[in-house]
């Protein structure tokens, strides 16, 4: 069992940064790939990002490539995800979750485990 917990959503304005957090508590946090995926109101789950068990791969969806860096400290057993040059479209609740199985960690059927997320809002 592996309980996570976002923190660091709050209201910006459009060109701020953030950085989200994704701190993960139970079994060995190096033992899974962590996505994050977002949801806005209307709208269904979308990937975001996502890092390899060591750290040592990242991917990204098209829409926050060169804006986002995911990364991820083991040692303390958690992932963040460094939000820059922020847009009103970026609006959503991001949430982690934390995969044991190999498998393209962009679809969130793979993933085991899911935060309760943390709300991003981003004011034009």
């Known amino acids: 069992q592996v309980q996570l917990v976002e923190s660091g959503g709050r209201l910006v304005q459009a060109g701020g940064s953030l950085r989200l957090s994704c701190a993960a508590s139970?079994?060995?946090?190096?033992?899974?790939?962590v996505g994050w995926f977002r949801q806005a109101p209307g709208k269904e789950r979308e990937f975001v990002a996502a890092i390899s068990r060591s750290g040592g791969s990242t991917r990204y969806t098209d829409f926050v490539k060169g804006r986002f860096t995911i990364s991820r400290d083991n040692a303390e057993n958690v992932v963040y995800l460094q939000m820059d040059s922020l847009k009103p479209e970026d609006t959503a609740v991001y949430s982690c979750a934390a995969a044991s199985r190999n498998g393209p960690l962009i679809l969130h059927s793979i993933y085991d485990y899911w935060g309760q997320g943390t709300q991003v809002t981003v004011s034009s």
């Open positions: 139970g079994r060995t946090f190096s033992d899974y790939a």
